[in-house]
């Protein structure tokens, strides 16, 4: 039998395959973006969440440059002019001090920032790791970790700090190390209770079939899936850190006079709202903005950086 | 699954036994003591005082006759209230705490769940934006700030409600509000981020294609799997709610047991220090325990063994 | 028959008669005898003779009645006592009690009181406050373990009705010291039976004004007048509620909706509305707020340095523009309100000023004749105060005036407050905040603060001078003479400043105006014997 060509082939056949350069079709299937790439590119077209971030950067900003604005120091006291209403002199009024306003909000914004900050990186470095862990390998180390995660819950955070007030002096460190005990906890338990249920999932059993480590599963399969969560109890944690502290503040174991953070200003506020409400309303409006952009921008992360919703 | 509970009882036991044990010589190691005054108590009754209490014996006798009385289920006297002692104490807040508690958590449930969940069906919809608005409020402002602004509007102006106090039911709605605030904010945008998880899975077109109805989709299949995270985060929220709020009781004048978790540290109370820590930490441990219990029901292939 | 009808037809208009037209006397009073007071804590102790804070002496001065009381006009007058009288020495009191009964009609006898005094110094019963009857003979020998007999301490009922009491030394303010808790008489029976009275409202005796019916703890309290009290015609409240409101804010909102007739604790930055709507109450209080220095290390140790630190403050800067309570600056220690030895006249009074409530000239003076010009070189240092936002805000004030008239710089800390006890006893800080209120109208009790190894000395400062001064005034019963060695007490307490006095304190309170003829002392509490509500 003589060998039929292709194209001898082609010509008694009803279809002809259509070759792609005639078509002229443009390419349907864009290029393959690499994960952070496509998730920064997904952020940006979520409108909430740009305006969450830009909020962010305008307090960072508000909280940098803000007190070399003012004219006055934050800890610059005028007892002739205690109270004072908001003014152009004073664009929110004087404390009961006669100190400014705006300049303690601005100084607290450096406080409350760093706190939260803080709280969201111990929380999430430790936390996102030890919950991984445990929920991963499971079992009898499951339970060791988490009955020491339950110890961390119970211990009264108060004796800690007190106690951190006096071997250091009273300050910000203090406060810092009181949320870092009482913070990573409550994330190392979402992201455990996450793991334990992806840990069983298809693509967990067919990253194992496929031989991979299981450091490897940990990090690349497992915490990428748990970012919803994790990125939610993050953004949702640097206001719960501020409002920690503003409860600190309220029991009196806050940052050191004069300096003041929001929770101090709002918590100093609140004796006197009915005939100063200015002195209560301006911190907390800062505590909910702060806590509005931090939201939006979780939001558009959670969004941003989920795996499934790649398109 | 047996095998499991019981394992997790002993360690349970084990948990109390060391936190009560931390915070005994965390309490001890703070300066100050029961008996510190401004005015100063004269040297020869502090020294009754110690002795009576054993102060002066060394920190190990005291922490073992301690745990002695605690095994028999004393918790020992109040050092701050004469009249008191800590069962007393426990006995007497707790139900209110917990009264106050539980309407809170109760709103929460009811409220943040179902909105977290149309939240998610109807993304980016009225429904959503609305729910998401809400929220905000509920988790942008701290309980201190809404209790004040609560009681100076329902109580003082508009007068539709008690300002502060406790002597019925009138008495619980605020401070249940203000409670409620930050857990179902949190709920319902933890039940919605987990839904819109949920809700874009495989399994759930399946379901659908099924010809399952919407509702038995949503809560037989997505619901199940999404309430994961939230069930974590009520865990320890109950705890904390039903063993009381220092800010909320203080500020609506509720006699629950919520002060003592502050005050009693101040006042070097250890008795009282020590005896509301347990009680907190019993009921942490005991909420974390139900919910990995109902992990497993949840999500049935959670397995409580080791990975081989 | 007729005539019977007409005897019931007229019998009934009579009486219908009569019916409609009541005398005037028998109107009923419109305004119920109710009162709300916010006592604004728990009780620690609630037997008088272990009490020790100002919200359970309100209480138990209520309560119980002792053998003598302050009236509204201040003036101590003989209450459970009759008569009395003091022997030649002014060691031996004796008192005549009148006839009166406990709340649940058994008679009040002396042995009662001596029961009570006596317990009181026990060392069994552990009162703190036992060292307020050291005063009597053998007591603090027996509180102290030294002597074990109870019938060697002077005080002894000779019968049902006569009550002896011997004390150590003359003491002419012994009369105003038997106002005190821990002098109240406690029923003997009661507490033989049952040690545990003082714990609930179950089974409490009490013989004052009014007698207890309700204790929910951390709640309310509850007490109606006592039918069985020997002067009940006088009293015209039926019942008072012991509020334990401890937030100031709440507090301010109840009272303003009129769920609570009495505040204590109004919020200072409300101080200025409070005032203009004219519902703050303003009264003296027995009490300076002052710094004080540890004088064993530098850089407090130089008399010069604490002068220009003390002259540096503005005082009435502080209370006019901070405090705002009407306070006082102090310009010495004792503060006013306590009679000196002649007729009319007060120890403040006679005492005088010891410099100006702000001296920046003269402090700049100091410190550069100190060795410090300008603050050059001045060591850095701290300045210690307990949390509160009221002394924080005054703290942060004065570092302002220090800063701007000495030119230093200090840090301010602030400890929680045992913490901050404890440093301040053992020494550890350089310059603390405190706060003295006295326990009874006599100079004595701000004088003997400061003796070399004093309990409550936690500057490290010693004067044997002062002491002498000291240990004369109590040695005698003679005023004139005890007067002039607490001058000269003072004398040397204000040119070595050991401590820095700032301002008097007031007692500022949220009365409601239509409460009347209470007794509020300068001691901070409050007597409601008399205490009626008018129509409003």
Redesign the interface.
């Known amino acids: 039998m003589k060998k039929k060509s292709r194209e001898d082939m082609d010509e008694k056949r009803l279809f002809t395959p259509v070759k792609k350069e005639e078509l002229g079709i443009k390419e349907f299937v864009r290029p393959s973006v690499g994960y952070w790439k496509d998730a920064w590119r997904r952020l940006k077209k979520n409108k909430l969440a740009i305006v969450g971030l830009m909020m962010i950067t305008l307090l960072l900003l508000f909280a940098i440059f803000g007190p070399s604005l003012s004219t006055y120091k934050y800890?610059?006291?005028e007892?002739?002019n205690?109270?004072a209403p908001m003014s152009k002199a004073h664009l929110f009024g004087t404390d009961?001090?006669?100190r400014d306003v705006f300049t303690r909000v601005a100084f607290g914004a450096r406080i409350s920032l760093a706190v939260g900050v803080v709280a969201a990186f111990i929380s999430f470095f430790i936390g996102v790791f030890y919950g991984g862990i445990s929920g991963f390998i499971g079992g009898r180390t499951d339970n060791i970790m988490m009955r020491i995660v339950d110890i961390f819950y119970s211990v009264p955070v108060l004796l800690i700090v007190?106690l951190l007030?006096?071997i250091l002096?009273?300050g910000l460190t203090n406060i810092f190390i009181a949320l870092g005990i009482a913070y990573w906890v409550g994330m190392a338990r979402i992201v455990r209770g996450q793991v334990l249920s992806l840990k069983e999932q298809e693509f967990t059993l067919a990253a194992r079939a496929l031989g991979a480590s299981k450091r490897r599963i940990l990090t690349k399969h497992l915490i990428p899936n748990t970012m919803g969560p994790i990125i939610i109890t993050a953004t949702l944690l640097i206001p719960n850190a501020i409002f920690f502290e503003a409860f600190l503040s309220f029991i009196?174991?806050g940052v050191?006079?004069?300096m003041a953070s929001w929770g101090v200003l709002a918590s100093?506020g609140?004796?006197?709202?009915?005939?100063?409400p200015n002195?209560l309303f301006v911190p907390a409006i800062f505590i909910s903005l702060t806590m509005l952009s931090f939201n939006f921008l979780g939001d558009g992360l959670r969004d941003a950086l989920d795996p499934r919703l790649r398109k | 699954m047996k095998k499991y509970i019981i394992n997790r009882i002993f360690s349970m036991i084990l948990v109390l036994l060391v936190v009560s044990s931390l915070t005994f010589f965390l309490a001890k190691a703070?300066?100050?003591?029961p008996?510190?005054?401004?005015?100063?108590?004269?040297?020869?009754?502090l020294q009754?005082?110690e002795e009576?209490y054993h102060f002066d014996d060394p920190l190990w006798k005291q922490y073992a006759s301690y745990m002695g009385t605690l095994m028999k289920g004393d918790l020992g006297p109040s050092f701050?209230?004469?009249?008191?002692t800590v069962n007393?104490?426990i006995a007497?807040?707790f139900p209110v705490s917990a009264t106050i508690g539980f309407l809170a958590v109760l709103l929460s449930i009811i409220l943040g769940i179902p909105a977290g969940i149309i939240s998610a069906y109807r993304q980016n919809f009225w429904q959503d934006n609305t729910v998401m608005f809400v929220s905000l409020i509920g988790i942008s402002v701290p309980s201190f700030i809404l209790a004040?602004v609560f009681?100076?509007f329902f109580?003082?102006k508009l007068?539709i409600l008690p300002?502060?106090?406790?002597g019925g039911f009138r008495y619980m709605i605020l401070p249940a509000i203000t409670l409620a605030a930050f857990p179902t904010a949190y709920i319902a945008r933890l039940t919605r981020s987990s839904m819109l998880d949920v809700l874009s899975q495989d399994y759930i077109k399946t379901a659908r294609s099924k010809g399952l109805s919407e509702f038995k989709v949503i809560t037989l299949h997505a619901l199940k799997n999404a309430i994961l995270p939230v069930v974590t985060y009520m865990g320890p929220m109950i705890a904390a709610i039903f063993t009381g709020s220092f800010i909320v009781e203080?500020?609506?004048?509720i006699?629950g047991l919520g002060?003592y978790y502050v005050t009693a540290i101040?006042?070097?109370d250890y008795t009282v220090i020590l005896g509301t820590t347990i009680f907190y930490a019993f009921f942490l441990v005991m909420a974390n325990f139900i919910v990995d219990i109902l992990y497993a029901f949840l999500d049935p292939r959670i397995t409580y063994e080791e990975k081989k | 028959m007729f005539k019977k009808v007409l005897i019931v037809v007229v019998a009934l208009a009579l009486i219908v008669g009569f019916a409609g037209c009541r005398p005037a006397a028998e109107e009923t009073p419109t305004v119920e005898q109710v009162l709300t007071y916010n006592v604004g804590a728990?009780?620690?102790?609630?037997?008088p003779r272990?009490a020790?804070g100002i919200p359970e002496f309100t209480m138990l001065l209520n309560l119980f009645d002792g053998l003598m009381r302050y009236d509204i006009q201040g003036q101590l007058v003989p209450s459970m006592a009759k008569t009395y009288d003091v022997s030649d020495d002014g060691l031996v009191w004796t008192f005549h009690l009148r006839d009166a009964k406990w709340s649940n009609g058994e008679p009040v006898t002396a042995y009662d009181f001596e029961y009570s005094w006596k317990t009181a110094l026990a060392?069994e019963t552990?009162?703190?406050y036992?060292?307020q009857m050291y005063y009597i003979k053998n007591g603090a020998a027996y509180?102290?373990?030294d002597i074990t007999d109870p019938d060697l301490v002077g005080v002894k009922a000779l019968d049902d009705k006569t009550l002896e009491a011997t004390l150590e030394a003359p003491t002419v303010y012994f009369t105003s010291l038997l106002t005190f808790t821990t002098y109240l008489p406690i029923n003997k029976k009661l507490d033989m039976e049952n040690p545990d009275w003082?714990?609930?409202a179950d089974n409490f005796i009490s013989n004052g004004p009014f007698t207890i019916t309700k204790?929910?703890?951390?709640?309310q309290i509850e007490m109606v007048k006592n039918e069985n009290y020997w002067d009940a015609d006088k009293v015209k409240l039926d019942k008072i509620i012991f509020?334990?409101?401890?937030?100031?804010?709440?507090e301010?909102?109840?009272f303003?909706?009129g769920?609570i007739d009495f505040g204590t604790n109004p919020?200072?930055?409300?101080i200025?509305?409070l005032k203009t709507e004219g519902i703050l109450t303003i009264s003296p209080y027995l009490g300076t707020y002052y710094y004080m220095c540890n004088v064993t290390e530098p850089p407090f140790d130089n008399v010069l340095v604490r002068k220009a630190f003390a002259a540096a403050i503005?005082r009435e800067?502080?209370v006019t523009?901070?405090t705002k309570g009407g306070q006082l600056p102090a310009t010495a220690y004792v503060p006013g309100g306590i009679p000196d030895a002649a007729p009319g006249q007060e120890f403040r009074g006679v005492g005088g000023s010891y410099f100006e409530p702000y001296e920046p000239e003269k402090a700049k003076e100091y410190l550069a004749e100190a060795g410090y010009p300008n603050g050059e070189g001045f060591p850095e240092f701290v300045l210690l105060y307990n949390?509160?936002?009221g002394h924080?805000?005054i703290?942060?004030?004065i570092?302002?005036m220090w800063k701007d008239t000495l030119g230093i710089t200090c840090t301010?800390?602030?400890?929680?407050?045992?913490?901050y006890?404890?440093?301040r006893?053992t020494l550890n800080y350089q310059i603390a905040r405190?706060?003295w209120i006295g326990?009874y109208t006599d100079p004595m009790t701000f004088i003997d603060m400061w003796v070399t190894d004093g309990?409550?000395n936690d500057t490290g400062w010693s004067n044997a001078d002062y002491d002498n001064f000291v240990a004369i005034a109590k040695g005698t019963g003679d005023q004139a003479v005890r007067m002039k060695a607490m001058h000269d007490a003072e004398d040397i307490l204000m040119d070595e400043m050991p401590i820095i006095p700032i301002y008097f304190y007031t007692n500022l309170a949220l009365i409601k105006p239509y409460l009347k003829d209470y007794y509020r002392s300068a001691l901070g509490y409050t007597d409601f014997k008399l205490a009626y509500i008018e129509e409003h």
């Open positions: 800890d610059q006291t007892l002739t205690c109270y009961a001090l006669g007190i007030m006096v002096r009273p009196g174991l050191s006079a004069p100093d609140i004796q006197g709202f009915r005939s100063y002195l | 703070i300066p100050g003591g008996f510190t005054k401004e005015k100063k108590v004269p040297d020869i009754i009754r005082l009576k701050r209230y004469d009249a008191l007393d104490i007497k807040g004040t009681m100076y109580g003082l007068k300002i502060a106090g406790w203080r500020l609506f004048f006699p002060k101040y006042d070097r | 728990e009780p620690q102790f609630f037997d272990k020790t060392p552990e009162s703190e036992a060292y509180n102290s373990g003082a714990k609930s204790w929910e703890h951390n709640h509020l334990m409101i401890e937030e100031s804010s709440t301010l909102m109840m303003e909706n769920e919020p200072l930055p409300e200025d509305r503005d800067s502080i523009n901070i949390t509160s936002e924080k805000i703290a942060e004030a570092q302002g301010l800390t602030n400890q929680e407050w045992q913490v006890l404890d440093n006893s405190a706060g326990d309990g409550n």
